[in-house]
C-alpha cells in the first residue's frame, strides 16, 4: 500500500485523487491535499467516498503525513518551490509540470537530494508516446529532435479565433516552457526522453479540435515520427486527458506488484 500526497487540487489533481478514492490505481491511500487555494482541497475532499485525506495548509504538514509518494499537480513554480525538500523528506516526487525540469540547476538539485536521500523523481509520458523508443535512441546518438503542437487557440488563450492556423512560436524547449507553461510540457517531456533540448513549434489553429502533438525524432538508429491527436480534459481545455491518464497510470505501476512493468 503506497501513501499518496497531491500538492495542486485543479483538474489533473482531481482526477489522480478520485482515481485513487475508486480504486483505479490499486493499492493506495491518499493521505494528503494541499492547494494554495484552500477551497479547492475542499471541494475536491467533499467528492471523494472511499479515501479520506487530510485538508494541510503547507508542506510540512503534508510531509508529516507521512507519504511515500508525493504527486506535484500545480505549477513549475511548485516544483522549484517544493520538490527537493519532498526528496530530503523520503519521499519520492512524481513531478507533473515538467517544464520545471529544462532548469539546469533545478535538475541537478533534485537530482542531487534524490541521490543522498535514496529516492526518485518520476516523470509521466503525459500527453504524448513513444518517450521509451526515444530515450532508447538517446542511447546511440540522436541527430535532431522536433516537436510541432497544434491546439485550438481557445486553448493557448488566445482571446480572438485567427482566420486559419498561426504559429505562435518557434525556438527552443526552454524558451516554449516558459512562454506556454500550462500547454507545452510535453516539450519538456522529450526533451528529458532524448538527453537534448527539443526544436518546438507552437501552432493555434481553429480547424482543429483536439490537442494534436507531433514528434519527429532523426536518430543514428531509426528514424521516428509519432503523431498524437488528444481530446482535451472536460474540465480544463488547456490540458489532454492523456496526461491525467498517463499520471494515473505511472502511480498504478508504483503500487502493483505485478511482475511484468509495462
Same mark, same amino acid.
Not at 490499486?26 to 494541499?34: D, E, N, S, T
Not at 517544493?82 to 509540470?97: I, K, M, N, Q, T
Not at 498561426?166 to 516539450?187: D, I, M
Not at 506488484?257 to 509495462?262: G, Q
Given at each position: ?71 506535484? $499537480?500545480?505549477?513549475?513554480? *511548485? ?8 526528496? &530530503? @523528506?523520503?519521499?519520492?516526487? =512524481? /513531478? ?17 537530494a534524490a541521490r543522498r536521500h535514496g529516492r526518485r523523481v518520476y516523470v509521466p509520458s503525459g500527453a504524448l ?52 507553461? $500550462?500547454?507545452?510540457?510535453? *516539450? ?8 537534448? &533540448? @527539443?526544436?518546438?513549434?507552437? =501552432? /493555434? ?36 486527458l492523456l496526461a491525467a491518464l498517463s499520471a494515473i497510470a505511472l502511480l498504478r505501476r508504483l503500487a502493483d ?6
Open positions: 500500500m503506497i501513501r499518496v500526497a497531491v500538492i495542486g487540487c485543479g483538474n489533473i489533481g482531481t482526477i489522480l485523487a478520485k482515481a485513487i478514492d475508486e480504486g483505479v490505481v490499486g493499492a493506495a491511500v491518499l493521505v494528503a491535499l494541499y492547494d494554495v487555494e484552500a477551497k479547492r482541497c475542499r471541494v475536491l475532499a467533499s467528492r471523494l467516498r472511499r479515501q479520506s485525506p487530510r485538508i494541510v495548509e503547507g508542506l510540512e504538514e503534508l510531509l508529516s503525513t507521512g507519504p511515500h509518494v508525493v504527486v506535484e $499537480a500545480a505549477s513549475q513554480e *511548485a516544483v522549484r518551490q517544493y520538490g527537493p525538500r519532498v526528496l &530530503e @523528506a523520503g519521499a519520492d516526487l =512524481v /513531478a507533473l509540470s515538467v517544464g520545471a525540469l529544462m532548469d539546469e540547476a533545478l535538475r541537478r538539485r533534485l537530482a542531487e508516446a513513444g518517450l521509451d523508443a526515444v530515450y532508447a535512441l538517446s542511447l546511440d546518438e540522436i541527430r535532431r529532435v522536433r516537436l510541432v503542437t497544434r491546439k485550438p487557440p481557445r486553448s493557448l488563450g488566445l482571446p480572438e479565433e485567427p482566420p486559419g492556423p498561426v504559429t505562435l512560436y518557434r525556438g527552443p524547449a526552454g524558451e516554449a516552457v516558459k512562454r506556454f507553461p $500550462a500547454n507545452v510540457n510535453v *516539450a519538456a517531456a522529450l526533451s528529458l526522453a532524448a538527453g537534448r &533540448e @527539443a526544436e518546438v513549434e507552437v =501552432v /493555434a489553429d481553429p480547424g482543429v479540435e483536439q490537442n494534436i502533438h507531433e514528434v519527429y525524432v532523426d536518430a543514428e538508429a531509426s528514424r521516428l515520427y509519432v503523431r498524437v491527436e488528444n481530446r482535451p480534459s472536460p474540465s480544463n481545455p488547456r490540458t489532454s506488484e505485478a511482475i511484468w512493468i509495462l
